[in-house]
Nanobody
Framework: QVRLVESGGGSVQSGGSLTLSCAASGFTYRDRCIGWFRQVPGEGREGVARIDPKGFRQPYYSESVKGRFTISQNNARDTTYLRMNSLKPEDTATYYC??????????????WGQGTQVTVSS
């Protein structure tokens, strides 16, 4: 059974930093990647970063976070991290991780964790 547990969200001031964690279980990485998404109430989910846990591909970032966010992987812990620096109020959202097709934002498993809230004040 696929399980994804996000943690690490919180409230910070503009310019601050947070590190989110995504603990995964119930599947093997094989041809699957891990993506971080975010969602603001009333809007759709936006993919912000994805990583190939096998290291075959370079991490990918959306233009909105490139240069500020870093995605990384600890395979020994089956955990994916999202380090967020230079946070802006527009980064405020609920952040989710998901298992995605490598090279795309399409879900490999139609499953979402509970998400973790990030709030950035100006």
């Amino acid at each position: 059974q696929v399980r994804l547990v996000e943690s690490g969200g919180g409230s910070v001031q503009s310019g601050g930093s947070l590190t989110l964690s995504c603990a995964a279980s119930g599947f093997t990485y094989r041809d699957r990647c891990i993506g971080w998404f975010r969602q603001v109430p009333g809007e759709g989910r936006e993919g912000v970063a994805r990583i190939d846990p096998k290291g075959f591909r370079q991490p990918y970032y959306s233009e909105s976070v490139k240069g500020r966010f870093t995605i990384s992987q600890n395979n020994a812990r089956d955990t994916t991290y999202l380090r967020m620096n230079s946070l802006k109020p527009e980064d405020t959202a609920t952040y989710y991780c998901a298992v995605v097709l490598c090279g795309a934002w399409s879900l490999y498993y139609d499953f979402w964790g509970q998400g973790t809230q990030v709030t950035v004040s100006s």
